[in-house]
């Protein structure tokens, strides 16, 4: 009888210690998926990003850790401002938690940390910070490319190699709705696209490709690569047509023999070069329409972008410097709104009103005409977001 009782006990200890290491087990698998994307990451030439992260593990051990959205911007010069704008124009309206991923030149890097620590408090974001880095052989070559700095996108690939997919945008971009939904055209992708940008104007007639360009360029009118959704993971694997061998070349190999073949005849440095890579692979690109890249040149010599004016303008593209001068006041107002504008729910709701009067003092020029496409979709992503019950959101 006794030998039948220290074998029930037996088994029952057993049991409890095994109950015990599954529960264990669950709660590091949560706790490293809430944390996951932290940290920084190894640079071309070897430089290191620096990271920051702000996770916190669900209170409900049942509830699965949500996958955070990466986001890449490259900051060089005098683009602190507008870079922290445009993050703020993420964090504002998105649902799901961010991933930062910035490359700014070192002095930069002490300011932008002060800025999203002081974020803290938000817990919707974590950021890594990485030096500018170029393969070291040619680093001088790359970077003075068209504008300092802005050929650091075309090796993202390759410095964030454990990064999926990634969504990069230019210092001068404003998100208008939330990230999320950018994000969710990863899922319209087939199987052969890698990539998704906007074409670079929509009326041919005052195109820039199709008039001047000395090099071959995607579709009718050549794609803008100032926002530019990316599946990493298939850029890696790739193996790219080119018209400089019959071998096809992986995405690290095709850039440098590029460059040095076209350089000459490129205008708008890194943009040109993709535009050449996907005129030979135009299976691998998903071109998403203008409201996602909303520019001047959509609105500058009279409206030309029919998804904005049906739908509003979803990203909105300050090139051309309009942010900070004014040639172009519509596009220097939803800029303003935004920089002055805080995290309190309060403010952000009450941002409209005094932006609409702004707006409505721009209608001397074809863009501020056509004011009410600014914002129409700011307006939804506001209501949205902030005037809805919780429950709702």
């Not at 009888?1 to 290491?21: D, H, K, Q, T």
């Not at 706790?31 to 702000?54: I, L, P, T, Y």
């Not at 803290?120 to 170029?134: G, V």
Request: hydrophobic share 40%; charged share 25%; with cysteine.
């Amino acid at each position: 009888m006794r030998r039948y009782l220290r074998i029930v006990v037996l088994c029952l200890a057993c049991g409890f210690c095994s109950l015990l290491y599954a529960f264990s087990q669950l709660a590091v698998s949560l706790r490293e998926g809430a944390q996951g994307g932290v940290g920084g990451g190894s640079g071309v030439g070897g430089g290191r990003g620096r990271g920051r992260g702000r996770s916190r593990l669900p209170a409900d051990l049942n509830v699965q850790p949500i996958q955070r959205m990466h986001l890449a911007v490259v900051a060089c010069g005098e683009r602190l401002e507008e870079t922290v704008t445009m993050l703020k124009s993420a964090i504002i309206f998105s649902i799901r938690p961010l991933q930062f991923h910035i490359f700014a030149e070192d002095q930069l890097h002490d300011s932008f940390k002060g800025i999203l620590d002081s974020w803290s408090f938000l817990q919707t974001f974590n950021y890594s910070l990485y030096p500018i880095t170029f393969p070291s052989e040619n680093a001088a070559e790359w970077k003075k490319l068209f504008k300092p700095c802005a050929s650091q996108r075309l090796f993202l690939p390759l410095i964030l190699k454990e990064v999926d997919s990634l969504l990069y945008v230019d210092t001068d971009i404003l998100f208008l709705r939330p990230v999320d939904d950018i994000w969710s055209l990863l899922k319209k992708f087939n199987s052969t696209q890698i990539a998704a940008m906007a074409p670079e104007h929509e009326e041919p007639r005052i195109g820039w490709y199709n008039r001047f360009a000395r090099h071959p360029y995607y579709g009718k009118t050549g794609v803008n690569s100032g926002v530019m959704l990316m599946n990493m993971t298939r850029m890696r694997r790739k193996y790219f047509k080119n018209d400089m061998t019959t071998v096809r070349l992986l995405w690290g190999d095709i850039l440098m023999p590029l460059l040095k073949k076209y350089k000459l005849n490129i205008t708008w440095g890194d943009q040109d070069l993709l535009n050449i890579i996907f005129f030979h692979n135009p299976e691998s690109l998903f071109v998403f329409p203008c409201q996602w890249n909303y520019r001047p040149d959509h609105c500058i010599y009279g409206s030309n972008c029919q998804e904005a004016e049906a739908e509003g303008i979803f990203i909105l593209h300050g090139n051309r410097g309009v942010y900070h001068d004014d040639k172009q006041p519509a596009f220097r107002a939803i800029y303003e709104a935004l920089r002055n504008c805080s995290f309190k729910d309060d403010n952000i709701r009450s941002l409209l009103k005094p932006l609409e009067l702004e707006l409505q003092k721009t209608v001397h020029t074809y863009c501020g005409k056509i004011y009410k496409i600014f914002i129409k979709q700011l307006t939804k992503s506001i209501q949205d977001r902030y005037d809805r019950p919780p429950k709702e959101r």
